[in-house]
């Protein structure tokens, strides 16, 4: 059967951005991830024939110390790396939002969300 494994609200100071301002002091990222596999609920109970989402915390967590100039490029990365850790994954979704986006104005967040399937 198709399962789906969510993290929503991963939170990280981290620094991403164009500008090399947003590069030497940072701003608060929040990233989502949603991971679509087959389960077999004949294997109950074994971690190993499901999606371990502590695994999937410790991915994106790795991932976002690495600097970023764009959140599309981010998120690409962060999706080819949870492919390559995780063989179960078919489809993965990930959301990057930046908090307070320099844009000139009020707004709370920016945000990306790419999604692919395995091969692509």
Request: charged content about 30%; hydrophobic content about 40%.
């Amino acid at each position: 059967m198709e399962a789906e494994v969510y993290l929503d609200g991963m939170e990280f100071y981290a620094y991403h951005g164009v500008y090399e301002q947003e590069q030497k002091i940072g701003n608060r990222f929040l990233v989502d991830v949603k991971i679509t596999f087959q389960y077999d609920s004949s294997k109950q109970e074994d971690l190993s024939k499901t999606v371990n989402y502590e695994k999937v915390y410790a991915i994106v967590k790795d991932r976002m110390q690495v600097k970023a100039r764009l959140l599309e490029t981010l998120a690409s990365v962060i999706i080819d790396n949870l492919f390559t850790l995780l063989p179960l994954a078919e489809t993965v979704e990930v959301k990057v939002s930046k908090y307070n986006p320099p844009v000139g104005g009020h707004c709370q967040r920016a945000r990306v969300a790419l999604k692919k399937k395995r091969g692509e």
